[in-house]
């Protein structure tokens, strides 16, 4: 078994100063096409892998029975900023179902935007559900849950909601999940290899030869809302929104916590799942741009894509203190993978 590569360093006046390692594994239809570290480690995908999560509410019926767009299943698989075009698609969707912000079971989460913030401060009031970053992906367990008749705490491991996405998680990874634990929004988070994680972005870049179904045709919908809603999926200056805003169409990725990030590359047909040992999210998105560069759907000079691949570490003064970068192993100057 490999243990984790160095990734990323920090150097401070030309002295290596910070180091990050992980795993990262890059997948298409036939197998491994590149790995670095250990594609076996078992982790939790977290955030990552909430298209995955997303497949029950649309293969079933269930999202074009509420009447949903490519909007709300692009926020579905969203760890969203708390901006007021997240929250306000939510509640606009679960007032379509005859709910409310109180079926949501993530709890409240200060949003991340800035203007929503200063709108609570101003007008006294404290954050909901609604700007918890997973309420969309809440908003779909709720409607599928319609869909199937379950009780209200959908959440619950033993509930037909978590079930089904139990279901098609291990059905995506073609393993049975190694664990679970209960994640940030309190919904059960389901663990794996990063290589099967992998293995599962691959399916979703190449939904066909999944036979051609409802597997298929959900995948594929998934993956088209989150490039073509890039903002919805997470928000401004987030690395998510900026490195598909800069794919154009030919990625989409999703981060987790702790470390973890996903892509989905269908012109290629590859998938990549990577996990930065110490759970570092700077890490992790320099990590992801470098392969989006090396897989040829983002420019480095992007400004969109540069600012993670070599970060500068600006001080209190304005002084470039430190520079933060993808070790050449992992970019290896660019060049083609």
């Known amino acids: 078994m490999s243990d984790p590569i160095k990734l990323v360093e920090l150097h401070r006046n030309g002295h290596l100063e910070s180091v990050h390692r992980g795993h990262v594994v890059v ?6 096409v590149g790995e670095w570290g250990n594609a076996a480690q078992v982790i939790f995908p977290r955030s990552a892998y909430k298209m ?29 900023q708390g901006a007021h ?32 913030q200063a709108m609570l ?18 908003s779909g367990f709720l409607t599928l ?5 379950g009780g209200a705490e959908y959440i619950k491991l033993d509930h037909p909601v978590q079930k089904a996405v139990k279901a098609a998680f291990e059905e995506m990874i073609e393993a049975p999940a190694q664990g679970w634990g209960i994640d940030g929004c309190s919904a059960p988070n389901f663990m794996c290899e990063v290589g099967q994680l992998a293995r599962a972005m691959a399916k979703m870049a190449t939904p066909e030869r999944m036979g051609g179904g409802a597997r298929t045709k959900a995948a594929k919908r998934l993956v088209e809302a989150m ?58 998105e320099a990590v992801m741009a470098a392969l989006l560069v090396r897989l040829g759907v983002v420019a480095p000079a992007d400004p969109r894509v540069a600012p993670y691949l070599r970060r500068p570490d600006i001080n209190r003064r304005g002084i470039k203190a430190a520079e933060f970068s993808v070790v050449d192993e992992i970019f290896a100057q660019g060049q083609p993978l």
């Open 52 to 80: 995955l999560q997303a497949l029950p509410l649309v293969e079933s019926g269930a999202a074009d029975a509420a009447g949903l767009g490519v909007n709300h299943l692009a926020l579905s698989c969203a760890s969203h």
């Open 121 to 138: 401060r101003a007008d006294y009031q404290s954050p909901c559900q609604l700007h918890n970053n997973c309420s969309g992906k809440h």
């Open 85 to 116: 075009m997240h929250t306000d698609l939510a509640r606009d969707w679960l007032a379509g179902l005859g709910m409310g912000e109180a079926d949501l079971r993530c709890g409240p989460q200060i949003p991340a935007d800035k203007e929503a």
């Open 227 to 284: 490039m073509a809603h890039p903002l919805l999926v997470a928000g401004t200056t987030r690395a998510c929104s900026d490195l598909m805003a800069a794919a154009d169409g030919k990625a989409a990725v999703k981060t987790g916590a702790e470390g973890v990030f996903v892509g989905i590359i269908p012109e290629r047909g590859f998938g990549i799942a990577l996990k930065i040992e110490d759970g570092n999210h700077r890490a992790s």
């Open 145 to 149: 849950n319609k869909h199937l008749g």
């Open 27 to 32: 997948c298409d239809a036939a197998g491994v």
